[in-house]
């Protein structure tokens, strides 16, 4: 059933990531985004963590991944076109890729031996167990990090409005 | 043995305070207290030495070595003081310095008269005074080099003395310099000595060469040979005689006193002070012979054709430096002396007689245009013929019993002995003729120059004359053997062991010489206005006005190569190529990265990615070398890359 | 107590310049008083100086900074005594040189002026590593922008580019003295001279960095004396750097640097280098003294003479005999006192004429007779006429060479004797000699206080060149033991051209 | 009934997630494309970080993934304000062509 | 119970739900124009079946035969993709709302499709992905007023989702756990005493719940977006038949999910007002039926107050509606939210 589930969502998330390479309207590549980022969700469900399933979806598919849709739609820049701009890119991009990939895959693969097996039924974090460490612990950076978002939204605001000076 | 009231230090420091005196305060003085001044002092110090003279007479033991001195430079075991110490041979050099310097002095005050500068003159003449007496009162080689370094400033300063000749300039310049080549030498000498005996103290190295230490031969020549390129410099012999012929350009007392007195003789007192290790080396006492022998013969031929007055005196003073030279390669070393005291006389003498007639005829130099001064400068005519019979050598004059002893000593030392003696006599033969010639020239016949209102010098010039030519005269009475006996405990004696019969014989000889040179000379001078025969041997006359072009070799094969290296070889390759070079260099180095590194921030976003992800691959890799590879992880790699 | 004074009197005195208004002379009067004050207090030195007692005296060690072990440690031994003395006589030389020269902001000359003396002293005296390390840098700035803004810009703003060759030339080699010096600490733990000293003695640090280490430092104070072929800078700093500036800026630093931070910190390593030092000097000298042979621009001769006398004292240093290092060190304070004279001099020449050609001279003597007399007898004090402090020097340097290292070397260093009076008597004939030319231009005699300086500097001369024992028996002990120490090391010594074993001196020992 | 999963696909999935992120970022010329492509890489680091957590029962991955997920909203906020001004200055969001620093 | 059993159950259960639900919707739609009409003094539709109880039928079929014509400029995938999205959010959240007593046969929940301990969390993601179909359908029908529609609709339903989500805290802090049967457990102690509206204290975020819900569907005051007179219909101006149905399902949909969560958080879910003040009744059937009638009872009550509410509030202007729902809603929200932590912790 959990083997199942993964395999499914597993399949969908790499699908839509290929996707997001594939594509070349980039409205497409938002979409497909917004694809694996709730596969992902179910993942997490299926790994126990059902705040941050809903987390995700809420904040990234249903808030992020708006933004950028909202912004590929307003500026309706169209298709990419085929420039090959940089030669080192493919050179050098691509093996490096690889290489990581490899680099990835070996030490998970070496050193997975002595990692347990993922069931659905263990070990589901309640939000209770989440917040209590979120507001016990880690209260610091949760305030830090509300007041980023703040300067993120400051600086938002000033970057995009219409008289910022230039242009 | 202690200083008994001898007060040695005061002789050196009486003339210093003279030029103190005059150097700092001359300016503003009267010319009547500097010519006090300047004159006092050094009479003192003569006072002194004659006081010292009398009381070596009157019985006391020399050598008189002052041990208590002021050290000077001490460092590790070196320990250089300033030790005076008089015997035989001091004392007559002394008395020759002060004796003769004084006369000089006395006559400057008359010829320097209205010359600016006045006071200039006399200090620089007292610093000299002070460094001759330090150097012959030197107890150790480098308190001698000061001396020797110190009469080197004085002779640059006093041939300067005009300065707004340029001639004059260059020439103390030359003259520095090449006795610095000299002092080079001596310098080298003194660092052998330093190095083998530890010491420079004569007395001690004198005993260091008693003990028959294992010194090798090679070390003593070599020591020898240094310290005769030192004397040939301050001596004007062969290699660096080129400096006195200039050194002309500086008023006559000066010549007469440095050039023809004192300074020059230098050379030779220190060959006869270091005889001890001259002694050791054949080899070098026979190049000191030949070096005299060939410069006397030299200096002689050129001394003919000269005719600037002061040119010719010049020469000859080269020549009878030679004779000095041949004297003491050849061992007679208190022959040498006392043909310096003799020479110190006559040829002050000269130099002084030909001061007084260029005084007399306003600064005419030039011998072609002089001539009749007999009638108008009686005093100057009868001291001047005195010195040159003097010069010639003939019988009851100081310049025989010298000449005849040098000659008689190279005579008796074998084959090499006889061609030198040879050449001595040759050489005599020119002296007595060109000083023939300046006589004629200069007193008899008519004179050359209309327009000349030659007028006696006054007495303050004649008396110094009149001395010296007494003591010209009576000079060589002393004899070669008292003369000798004297200074025996210092040169010890020469082996000639030539009997009466052939030292009779060679005197004769000597005075036929000089009688010949005599008639050649008056055959040419002597009837008025015929110098045809000289002009016939053109070629060779050339040859000898341009004094063997010796100059303009020196220049050429020592002067223009070291400026040519040093503006060529130093100057472009040295600095611009190397220092600048390589400084460019590094800048362009910098250059050349900056450049390359530019073109990789291309602005090009992807490419930037590229470098990144290769950048995390490369990292992830060497971080996890040791997991990947099994060789256990970060510490291995790091320690592998660092060892 | 004494040496915190001498230390900080020059910065109290550049602070208070600072402050007070630039009217008038206050600035230069400031600076005179600060620098006499100074040079008494430097006097009090050789007073109470106990010339037998080995090690430091007048020491003072507080601790500066906890880690890294930073100390305020100031001593001074035979060595860097007379320096000191000789700093701060230079001081009031220098205001009185630049009296007439620098005339508009002078605040900025005199404060910058003060510093560089603090800095002079703090190099001299500071025994941590780390202080002298900051003094060494403290030196190099005020020099750079004393040249840069007050320099002579003969040809357009060629004092800007002197100033930086000077800065670039003595900070990049800084550098890697900074590193090796950080690498002495992560060893030994800490800065403090004697304690490196042991460390290094006792061999416990790697050979090879060590030796990497020893070249840092030599080659950090050879540019700063300069060494041949590290003088890119000298020419171009003596002749645009101000006259009080260009005195202090050769020379010193470097070898005491050299003597006490390399020959005495690595000796067994200096003894490696020495072969090459010897060879560099005595090229030095010829080198300098040819190119001062050819030279139009009375500056560059200058630079060049001093490049040679300099490269007398590294001679002397590496020669490791102990006459020799009294020479060297003799001949440095020498070379002080000459240079001083020298420089102003030729200032005062420069000032009156606004052009440094020889050509353009002639006959300087009639109008200028004290200028003259004093200027021959600096130069013979230059080329070494005995009874002057040159030639005490430049003899204990050559019998030095001479006896105990080669004998080739020695004679060719004893050439440069010649070519240095050579060049020195044709400056003083293209000068001074020769008839006055109308047009030769406005030349003005030295003015009292001048006079009365050079006088005095002049009479130094002549008491250091009659009686340098006064001298040499101070710096004797302390030298003694740098050539114990290097003897002791357990190389065989070094010994080029003809086999003598070096003896610590000349024979042994009566 | 109840199959289980080895953790280690879910960590390879990651990777491999992350490894099309790091090409998307290559290979895509869109700027916002290249946004894209690195959130993506933000959500694979996401899913390793909640595998850990559920692996060794640390609540402070999911914590941690809860911290990114408020970075990544603040980061995606600003960077869409630069895509815009950088659209309205140059006309394009193409990368080649943005390749100077002065917009 | 294997696996097969409980899907086979399951599915018959989502499609029972699925059937009321769809039926439901038709049912509103008839009900708000019979309602509208006769505030506007009208009858509304009367004609088909018996007072027009076939007329939702008769739309239907109408809707479904009408030609579907699908404009070239259209970017066809997206296109198409939109309208089932926005469908597919509102079904999706029906899942979890419990609209009967927690009553189970052989271990399978009766009345509830799934009973999730993170239920109110699944509502509020369902509705923030919702938002893609509107704004998917406005930008690929390549219109510029269907494009500025779908703009305005999108922006609309995100700002008032934040006042949305807040709103609930106030009852999540008061029931303790995000699971919609348990806050309605709590709710049910003793009836209407008990009932969010008035004994939970929560009448302030019920209104703010209100006013964001009628926001989040673009209904009543805030349907600006769909304005006839300004946008020509709005987002889904160039869909016709089937796809436009789909639109209209959605809106209607959304309008029952949020009646319902209304009732579950504010008015008790599936308990009586009276509460234990008459006996729980005893055979089975009605223990199982009354709740689901209480249930029913109060969906209907809010689905006529939404009506009505449209049909007498004019529209807003579109700053207002932002201004409105950005600086009023949202700091009251948050001030319900310091008011109800405070009391719940001095209490």
């Known amino acids: 059933m959990h083997l199942v589930l993964f395999l499914i969502f597993a399949i969908f998330a790499l699908a839509g990531a290929v996707n997001l390479l594939l594509q070349k309207h980039p409205i497409n590549s938002a979409l497909s985004l917004i694809v694996v980022m709730s596969s992902l969700a179910v993942l997490y469900l299926l790994l126990g963590a059902e705040f941050l399933a809903m987390a995700q979806i809420i904040v990234y598919a249903g808030a992020i991944m708006v933004l950028f849709t909202f912004v590929v739609m307003l500026l309706n820049e169209g298709r990419e076109e085929k420039t090959w701009g940089s030669r080192t890119a493919k050179t050098l991009g691509f093996p490096a890729a690889a290489v990581l990939l490899a680099i990835f895959a070996a030490t998970i693969l070496r050193a997975g031996r002595h990692y347990g097996t993922i069931s659905l039924s263990d070990g589901v974090t309640t939000t209770q167990e989440l917040s209590k460490v979120l507001f016990r612990d880690l209260l610091l950076p949760f305030e830090l990090t509300s007041v980023l978002i703040l300067i993120a939204i400051l600086g938002a605001v000033a970057l995009a409005r219409k008289d910022n000076g230039e242009a | 043995m202690n200083d008994p009231m001898l007060f040695l230090p005061l002789i050196p420091l009486l003339p210093f305070l003279g030029f103190l005196l005059n150097g700092l305060l001359g300016s503003r003085l009267p010319k009547a207290l500097v010519s006090a001044i300047a004159l006092v002092f050094p009479l003192a110090s003569f006072a002194l030495v004659a006081r010292a003279a009398w009381m070596v007479h009157a019985g006391l033991a020399l050598p008189v070595v002052e041990h208590d001195a002021p050290a000077w430079i001490v460092s590790g075991a070196m320990h250089i003081g300033f030790g005076l110490a008089l015997d035989q041979l001091t ?97 080298i000498a003194i660092f052998l000595l330093l190095g083998n005996f530890g010491t420079l103290n004569f007395s001690e190295i004198a005993a260091h ?63 006869a002070r270091a005889h001890a290790l001259f002694d050791l080396s054949p080899t070098a006492l026979m190049v000191v012979a030949v070096i005299g022998a060939a410069t006397a013969f030299f200096a002689a031929t050129v001394a003919m054709v000269q005719t600037d007055i002061k040119r010719v005196l010049a020469y000859s003073t080269i020549s009878q430096l030679g004779y000095m030279f041949l004297a003491c390669g050849v061992g007679a070393y208190s022959a040498a002396v006392f043909h310096l005291m003799t020479h110190a006389f006559f040829k002050a003498l000269l130099f002084l007689a030909a001061g007084s007639v260029i005084h007399g005829l306003s600064g005419e130099q030039d011998m072609r245009r002089m001539g009749g001064l007999r009638k108008e400068m009686p005093v100057t005519f009868w001291t ?86 007494a003591l010209s005269v009576s000079g060589g009475w002393v004899g070669m053997d008292r003369f000798g006996a004297f200074l025996a405990p210092v040169t010890g004696t020469p082996a000639n062991a030539g009997d009466a019969h052939v030292e009779l014989m060679l005197s004769v000889l000597a005075v036929l010489v000089a009688a010949a040179g005599w008639f050649v000379a008056h055959s040419i001078y002597g009837r008025s206005g015929s110098q045809s025969m000289t002009e016939s041997l053109a070629s060779p006359r050339r040859v000898l006005e341009n004094k063997y072009w010796v100059d303009e070799l ?89 060892r | 107590m004494i040496l915190s004074l001498i230390l900080l009197v020059p910065l109290a005195g550049a602070a208070l310049v600072l402050l007070l208004p630039e009217r008038g002379r206050i600035p230069a009067w400031i600076a005179l008083l600060d620098s006499l004050f100074t040079f008494v207090c430097t006097l009090h030195l050789p007073a109470h100086f106990v010339s037998g007692r080995g090690g430091f005296q007048f020491e003072e060690n507080v601790l500066w900074l906890s880690h890294p072990r930073i100390s305020y440690h100031l001593g001074v031994d035979g060595l860097s005594l007379w320096l000191v003395v000789l700093v701060g006589l230079l001081a009031p030389v220098g205001v009185l040189a630049s009296w007439k020269s620098i005339q508009k902001n002078t605040k900025a000359f005199y404060s910058l002026f003060l510093l560089q003396q603090t800095a002079m002293v703090g190099v001299f005296v500071s025994l941590d590593l780390m202080l002298y390390y900051g003094f060494w840098e403290l030196s190099l700035i005020p020099i750079a922008i004393l040249t840069a803004m007050f320099g002579r810009n003969l040809n357009e703003s060629s004092a800007m580019k002197a100033a930086l060759r000077f800065f670039l030339y003595t900070f990049i080699p800084s550098a890697p003295l900074l590193v090796a010096l950080l690498w002495l600490y992560a060893h030994t733990g800490s800065f403090d001279y004697t304690a490196l000293q042991a460390a290094i003695a006792s061999g416990s640090l790697p050979s090879w960095q060590l030796g990497w280490v020893s070249v840092a430092f030599l080659l950090a104070f050879a540019v700063k004396v300069p060494v041949l072929g590290l003088h890119g800078w000298l020419a171009d700093t003596f002749s645009e750097a101000p006259v009080a500036i260009a005195m202090i800026a050769a020379g010193k630093l470097g070898l005491y640097s050299l003597i006490r931070f390399h020959v005495e910190l690595f000796p067994a390593l200096a003894r490696e280098a020495a072969p090459w030092m010897i060879g560099l000097a005595v090229i030095g000298i010829l080198y300098g003294a040819m190119l001062a042979l050819v030279q139009r621009d009375f500056w560059k001769l200058l630079a060049y003479a001093t490049l ?23 001949q440095t304070v020498n070379e002080g006192l000459i240079g001083a004279a020298l420089f102003l001099m030729l200032g005062v020449l420069f000032d ?95 003015s009292w206080q001048e006079t009365c300086t050079v006088a005095a500097l002049a009479g130094i001369m002549l008491a250091m060149g009659v009686m340098p024992t006064i001298w040499i028996s101070t710096m004797e002990p302390a030298l003694q033991s740098v050539t114990q120490k290097i003897l002791t090391v357990d190389q065989s010594p070094v010994s080029t051209a003809s086999g003598t074993v070096a003896s610590a001196s000349t024979g042994e020992p009566r | 009934m109840n199959t289980t ?99 | 119970m294997q696996l097969w059993m409980f899907v086979v159950l399951s599915l018959v259960k989502v499609i029972v739900v699925l059937v009321i639900f769809l039926t439901a919707v038709a049912y509103t739609v008839l009900l708000e124009r019979k309602l509208v009409g006769r505030i506007q003094n009208r009858w509304g539709p009367s004609r088909v079946g018996p007072f027009g109880l076939l007329q939702p039928l008769v739309d239907g079929l109408k809707l479904f035969l009408k030609e579907d014509i699908i404009p070239s400029g259209v970017y066809r995938p997206l296109y198409l993709l939109a309208p089932l999205i926005a469908l ?200 199982a039926l009354a709740p689901l009638f209480w249930f029913v009872a109060k969906v209907f009550c809010f689905l006529f107050l939404y009506i009505w509410v449209r049909g007498t509030l004019p529209r807003f202007r579109y700053d207002q509606l932002m201004g409105f729902g950005w600086k009023f809603l949202l700091p009251v929200a948050m001030l319900n939210i310091v008011g109800t932590s405070l009391a719940l912790s001095l209490l």
């Open chain 2, 384 to 469: 001047m013929t005195a010195a040159v019979l003097a010069i010639s050598g003939f019988f009851p004059f100081a310049g025989f019993f010298s000449k005849d002893a040098i000659l008689a000593a190279a005579f008796h030392q074998g084959a090499v002995g006889k061609a030198l003696w040879t050449v001595g006599l040759i050489t005599a033969l020119m002296t007595s003729f060109y000083m023939f010639r300046l006589w004629y020239l200069t007193f008899m016949g008519k004179s050359r120059t209309e327009s000349r209102h030659a007028h006696e010098s006054p007495w303050i010039m004649l008396t110094p004359l009149m001395i010296l030519a």
């Open chain 5, 88 to 287: 597919s959010c509102s079904l999706l959240s029906i899942a979890v709302i419990p609209f009967g007593a927690p009553m189970t046969w052989h271990g399978m929940r009766l009345f509830e499709i799934s009973d999730l301990n993170i239920g109110l969390l699944i509502l509020l993601s369902v509705t923030s992905i919702g938002v893609y179909g509107i704004a998917l359908s406005g930008w690929s029908s390549n219109n510029k007023y269907s494009l500025l529609g779908s703009l305005r609709a999108s922006a609309q339903m995100i700002s008032y989702e934040l006042a949305l989500g807040l709103s609930l805290v106030g009852v999540v802090l008061r029931a303790g756990s995000l699971s919609l049967t348990d806050i309605v457990k709590v709710q049910a102690v003793h009836g209407i005493a008990s009932w969010n509206i008035l004994g939970g204290g929560q009448i302030i975020a019920f209104f703010v719940y209100l006013m964001a819900a009628y926001a989040e569907t673009n209904r009543a005051p805030f349907d600006l977006p769909e304005a006839e007179t300004e946008l020509t219909g709005g987002y889904h101006t160039e869909y016709s038949s089937m796809k436009f149905a789909m639109f209209f399902m959605a809106e209607y949909g959304n309008m029952i999910t949020v009646g319902c969560v209304a009732t579950l958080l504010f008015l008790g879910g599936w308990t009586s007002p009276f509460g234990d003040l008459i006996p729980p009744p005893q055979n089975l059937v009605v223990q």
């Open chain 3, 308 to 330: 040679s006398s300099l490269s007398f004292c590294t001679l002397g240093i590496y020669g490791f005999t102990l006459s020799g290092m009294n020479g060297a060190l003799l």
């Open chain 2, 554 to 642: 020196y220049v050429a094969c020592v002067v223009r190569p070291i400026e040519w290296i040093a503006r060529y070889v130093l100057g472009w390759i040295g600095e611009l190529v190397l220092v600048r070079g390589s400084a460019w260099l590094m800048a362009g180095i910098a250059g050349l990265c900056g450049e390359w590194l530019r073109r990789w921030q291309s602005g090009n976003l992807r490419s930037y990615a590229a470098w990144l992800a290769a950048a995390a691959a490369v990292l992830l890799i060497f971080v996890l070398a040791g997991t990947l590879l099994g060789v256990g992880g970060f510490a291995q790699t790091i320690s592998w890359a660092v």
């Open chain 2, 91 to 187: 004392l007559v050099m002394l008395l020759v310095i002060t004796g003769v310097g004084f006369l000089i002095h006395l006559y400057s005050v008359g010829y320097m008269e209205h010359e600016t500068g006045y006071w200039r003159y006399f200090a620089y003449l007292n610093l000299f005074l002070f460094f001759m007496t330090t150097l012959v009162l030197a107890a150790n080689f480098l308190l001698m080099f000061v001396g020797w370094e110190g009469v080197g400033l004085a002779s640059y300063l006093l041939i300067g003395f005009y300065i707004d000749r340029k001639s004059a300039g260059d020439a103390g310049k030359k003259a520095f310099v090449v006795n610095r080549v000299g002092d080079f030498g001596f310098l």
């Open chain 3, 352 to 446: 009156g004429a606004r052009s440094c050609q020889i050509a353009d001279f002639g006959g300087a003597a009639h109008r200028a007779p004290r200028l003259a007399a004093l200027f021959v007898i600096a130069s013979l004090a230059m080329i070494g006429l005995p009874l002057l402090n040159g030639f005490v020097g430049e003899f204990l340097v050559l019998s030095g060479t001479f006896t105990g290292v080669s004998k080739g070397w020695a004679t060719a260093a004893a050439l440069g004797v010649i070519l240095s009076a050579a060049y020195m008597l044709r400056l003083i004939q293209k000068i001074f000699l020769g008839e006055a030319e109308t047009n030769s231009p406005r030349i003005r005699d030295l």
């Open chain 4, 5 to 103: 999963v080895p953790a280690e696909w879910y960590l390879i999935l990651s990777a491999a997630l992350f490894t099309l992120g790091v090409v998307g970022f290559l290979i895509k010329r869109s700027l916002i494309s290249i946004f894209m492509s690195i959130e993506l890489m933000l959500n694979a680091v996401n899913l390793s970080f909640v595998t850990f957590a559920h692996e060794w029962h640390a609540v402070k991955g999911q914590i941690f993934v809860f911290f990114v997920m408020m970075v990544a909203a603040a980061e995606a906020a600003v960077g869409l304000a630069i895509i815009i001004s950088i659209f309205r200055a140059r006309g394009t969001l193409t990368v080649d062509q943005i390749d100077l620093m002065k917009l």
């Open chain 2, 209 to 271: 060469l008693a003990a028959p230490a294992g010194l090798s031969g090679g070390t003593i020549t070599l020591i020898c040979l240094c310290l005769l390129l030192g004397a040939t410099g301050k001596s004007a012999q062969i290699p660096l005689y080129i400096w006195l012929p200039d050194a002309m350009e500086g008023p006559t007392p000066v010549s007469a006193l440095i050039h023809a007195a004192t300074m020059v003789t230098a050379g030779v007192y220190m060959i």
